[in-house]
């Protein structure tokens, strides 16, 4: 059974960072695209970092380049994200998706799809003063 477990996320404050952790189960991340989302209230979900497996190319959004960085740990099947100098629009919960198609794709049009096939159930993160 495919399973992604979300954690990690906290209040902190601007300029602040944080790594949140995606534990996948039932599967290798290895042959997986895998992509980190967030969706703020009111807002539509987006694709912040998406990654080909674990060396495959990586997308990322321009609103948190030089911020944001993907890594996948395959022994520990697990996916991370590192977030520095986290800004108030930051705040939303995040959530890491995988897909078995999309990585076929190339990470931007991965990145762009709302339609992936797992789903975690998300972490929230709160960027405030």
């Known amino acids: 059974q495919v399973q992604l477990v979300e954690s990690g996320g906290d209040l902190v404050q601007p300029g602040g960072s944080l790594r949140l952790s995606c534990a996948a189960s039932?599967?290798?991340?290895?042959?997986?695209?895998i992509g980190w989302f967030r969706q703020a209230p009111g807002r539509q979900r987006e694709g912040v970092l998406c990654v080909r497996g674990k060396y495959g190319d990586t997308y990322t959004a321009n609103s948190v380049k030089d911020r944001f960085t993907i890594a996948v740990d395959s022994t520990e099947n697990t996916v991370f994200l590192q977030m520095n100098n986290l800004q108030p629009e930051d705040t939303a919960a995040y959530y890491c998706?995988?897909?078995?198609?999309?990585?076929?794709?190339?990470?931007?049009?991965?990145?762009?799809?709302?339609?992936?096939?797992?789903w975690g159930q998300g972490t929230q993160v709160l960027v405030s003063s």
């Open positions: 998706a995988t897909d078995k198609e999309f990585f076929g794709f190339s990470t931007p049009y991965a990145c762009g799809r709302r339609d992936w096939d797992n």
């Open positions: 039932g599967f290798s991340l290895d042959d997986y695209a």
